[in-house]
């Protein structure tokens, strides 16, 4: 059976960094992408960032691009999301999900494997 073993979160002051990374187990079969995910409280679950399988493409929601990177890790048995300046509205819970076949990278609905998640919050 996949795992997902979301780590990393944490407190973080404003402006501050963290790395999330998303250890991936039992990856049988075909994968065509990994995702993170982030569910702040009393919103929905919202895509961050994703990376395709294959070919390393990324994707990132608009309000992370230039301060997020999501990578290939560990010999391809993890996928990292390096956060900088960090900011308040990135607080959630952050999850990191396995897509295995074609499509949107963003579209949570596709995901087949979720991780537990791991909390983030941004505050001084």
């Known amino acids: 059976q996949v795992t997902l073993l979301e780590s990393g979160g944490g407190l973080v002051p404003p402006g501050g960094s963290r790395i999330l990374s998303c250890r991936l187990s039992?990856?049988?079969?075909?994968?065509?992408?990994v995702g993170w995910f982030r569910q702040a409280p009393g919103k929905e679950r919202e895509f961050v960032a994703g990376?395709?399988?294959?070919?390393?493409?990324?994707l990132y929601t608009d309000s992370v691009k230039g301060r997020f990177t999501v990578y290939i890790a560990y010999a391809r048995t993890a996928v990292n999301l390096q956060m900088t300046t960090l900011k308040p509205e990135d607080t959630g819970v952050y999850y990191c999900?396995?897509?295995?076949?074609?499509?949107?990278?963003?579209?949570?609905?596709?995901?087949?494997?979720w991780g537990q998640g791991t909390q983030v919050t941004v505050d001084s």
């Open positions: 999900a396995v897509r295995r076949y074609p499509g949107p990278m963003g579209s949570k609905d596709e995901y087949e494997h």
């Open positions: 039992n990856l049988h079969g075909s994968v065509y992408a």
């Open positions: 990376i395709q399988w294959g070919n390393s493409n990324e």
